[in-house]
C-alpha cells in the first residue's frame, strides 16, 4: 500500500523579498513497508518535504497524497497528523514538565493511548531510562534528542517523519537509535532525513535532493523537476545527472 505520494510539486515560501522556491517538481512514493533516506545539503528542502507531508507548507503545483488523502484542508490535515511521528530538528518537549509527563501529555493531546510498556522497552534501548523524570532543560543535546524520538514512537505512530535522527549524538548512541529504527523496519513505514552513512544500512531507498530538485535515487524511482526519470542503480553511490 501507497503511505505518501509526492507527484510533480512545488512549493514556495513567500517571504518580504519575494518567496523562496523550496521544491521544483519533487517525484517519489513510499510504501507502507519501506524507510527511505532524504540526503542533501543544507537548505536544499529535505525538511520542507517533510512539512509538505504533514500539511504544513501547501504545493503551489503538483499534488501530495498522504494515507490516499491530500493533507489539504486543515481538519483533513489534522486527522492526518494524529498518525504520523514527527521527530523535528528543534524538539518539541515542553521545559514545565518532566520528559515522561511530556510523553503523557503528547499521546493525550493527539487523541491516542499511551503504549506504556513499548515506552519503558524502547527508553532501556535509547540508554534514557534515567532521564525520564528530569525536565527537558536538565538534559544534554544528545539525551533530549533520543528523548523526542521515545516520544514520537510512544503511540504506535502509522508513519514516521525523522529529521535528523542521529544528529547530537556520538557514535554509541547513533547505534542504540538506528538499533530501535532497525527493529521498527517493515512495521513501520519512515522518512528520515540524514547525513549519518549508519542509517543507510536501514533504508530501502535514498533520495538526493539539491536545490529543490531530487537528483538521484538508489532501490527505488523519483523524478527531477521537469519530469524526467532519474535512473535508478541499485547499490551505487548516488546517480547525478547531466
Ligand atoms: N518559513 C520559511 N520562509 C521562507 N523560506 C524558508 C522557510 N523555511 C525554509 N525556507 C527556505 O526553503 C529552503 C529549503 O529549506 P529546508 O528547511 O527545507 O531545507 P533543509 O534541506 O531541511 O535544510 P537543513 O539541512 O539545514 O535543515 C531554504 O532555502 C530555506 O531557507
Known amino acids: 500500500m501507497t503511505v505518501v505520494e509526492f507527484k510533480d510539486v512545488f512549493v514556495k515560501y513567500e517571504t518580504y523579498t519575494g518567496g523562496v522556491l523550496a521544491l ?4 517519489f512514493s513510499l510504501n507502507d513497508r519501506e524507510v527511505l533516506l532524504i540526503m542533501g545539503p543544507s537548505g536544499s528542502g529535505k525538511t ?7 500539511g504544513l507548507v501547501q504545493p503551489i503545483h503538483g499534488t501530495v497524497k498522504v494515507f490516499g488523502l491530500k493533507p489539504k484542508d ?20 515542553i521545559n514545565e514538565l518532566t520528559v515522561w509527563e511530556n510523553i503523557i501529555f503528547y499521546a493525550k493531546g493527539r487523541g491516542r493511548s499511551l503504549n506504556e510498556s513499548l515506552v519503558r522497552e524502547l527508553a532501556e534501548e535509547l540508554n534514557i531510562k534515567t532521564i525520564l523524570d528530569k525536565h527537558p ?13 521515545l516520544m514520537v514512537l510512544s503511540d504506535d505512530p502509522g508513519l514516521l517523519l525523522l529529521d535528523e535522527p542521529t544528529s547530537m549524538l556520538d557514535a554509541e548512541n547513533s547505534e542504540a537509535v538506528v538499533n530501535v529504527l532497525s527493529a521498527l523496519k517493515g ?3 519512515m522518512i528520515i532525513t540524514s547525513h549519518d552513512p549508519r542509517l543507510q544500512k536501514i533504508t530501502n531507498k535514498t533520495l538526493e535532493i539539491i536545490g529543490g530538485e531530487l537528483k538521484g535515487a538508489r532501490g527505488g524511482t523519483a523524478s527531477s ?6 535512473p535508478v542503480r541499485r547499490d551505487e553511490s548516488l546517480h547525478r545527472p547531466g
Request: proline residues 2%; glycine residues 12%.
Open 24 to 27: 521544483r517538481g519533487v517525484t
Open 137 to 149: 532543560d536538565q538534559l544534554s543535546g544528545g539525551e533530549l534528542k533520543r528523548a523526542e524520538l
Open 225 to 230: 523537476s521537469r519530469g524526467e526519470r532519474v
Open 187 to 189: 512495521r513501520v513505514p
Open 74 to 93: 486543515e481538519k483533513r490535515a489534522l486527522a492526518i497528523r494524529r498518525r504520523i511521528g514527527y521527530l523535528t530538528q528543534e524538539g518539541r518537549m
Open 48 to 54: 520542507t518535504i517533510l512539512k509538505a507531508i504533514l
